[in-house]
């Protein structure tokens, strides 16, 4: 990395999943990285594995934001923020979907993103630094049942487009990463309320679904580009899935 006076990150969502995976991987190359998360707990086992700094945050709240990012700049410049916090809840029909799960979907992956995108942006001016949003194929693909999903996503891609754009001239670069299917622990236990069943099909029969390392790989070499290469947008899905509705599942 060019132009790195230091080499700090911040991730969102990290007690599990992709931001966990991100920190793990940034964290082996040599970044400093302040982990925020809601779950302490989680982020205490994360910061003793890999020597992160954990910070307890809710980036849906505003005061809870704004302590996390006061902490944050206070111990020096930022390079990096990595908004991997995110989630699907529910996946009703239109029809009958809950007002509160699109609520939920929009507070975190589209406010929440753009909360702490704001508070952070002026110290990554300052550092030549990186916004880099973890999105979803979901974003790009509408599908039945999941219009909810879908919407926040497509707001967020759209957000960090034109973050991109009102960016140019600024030594800031916006990347956004789009996963299709990742197979974690909890994004579809979360998505159909706990039942574990559910969850588990929508990966039955799939050969290598995506893991939450091999999304972490690709933010590690998108930041890792010159500080003069923005890598606008990567797509990136199991070799077994062509899109949301063309899967290949071993029978």
């Known amino acids: 990395m060019t132009d790195n006076a230091t080499k700090t990150a911040v991730v969102t969502g990290a007690s599990s999943g992709i931001g966990a995976a991100t920190v793990r991987t940034l964290t082996a190359e040599g970044w400093a990285v302040f982990a925020l998360a809601r ?27 704004s302590a996390a990012v006061e902490t944050i700049l206070a111990a020096g410049p930022v390079k990096a923020l990595v908004n991997c916090a995110g989630g699907a809840v529910g996946k009703d029909p239109v029809a009958v979907a809950s007002l509160d799960d699109w609520r939920a979907m929009y507070e975190l992956n589209v406010l929440g993103t753009l909360r702490i995108t704001q508070k952070l942006l002026p110290a990554l ?7 880099l949003v973890i999105s979803s194929t979901a974003g790009i693909e509408p599908y039945e049942g999941g219009a909810g999903y879908c919407a ?29 299917m990742v197979k974690t622990d909890e994004f579809s236990v979360k998505r159909f309320h706990g039942d574990k069943a559910k969850a588990a099909a929508v990966y039955a029969g799939v050969p290598d679904p995506l893991s939450a390392e091999d999304v972490a790989e ?21 070799r077994a899935e062509g899109s949301y509705t063309k899967v290949y599942r071993e029978r």
């Open 125 to 131: 001016k300052e550092s030549a630094g990186s916004v």
């Open 152 to 180: 926040s996503k497509s707001a967020e891609r759209i957000m960090a487009r034109v973050l991109r754009l009102e960016m140019i001239g600024e030594p800031v670069r916006v990347i956004d990463i789009a996963p299709g």
């Open 39 to 65: 779950r302490e707990e989680k982020l205490a086992a994360l910061a003793e594995e890999t020597g992160c700094t954990p910070v307890v945050a809710d980036i849906t709240d505003e005061g809870s934001t």
């Open 218 to 238: 690709c933010v590690r070499w998108a930041l890792d580009q010159p500080d003069t290469v923005d890598v606008d947008s990567i797509v990136v899905r199991p």
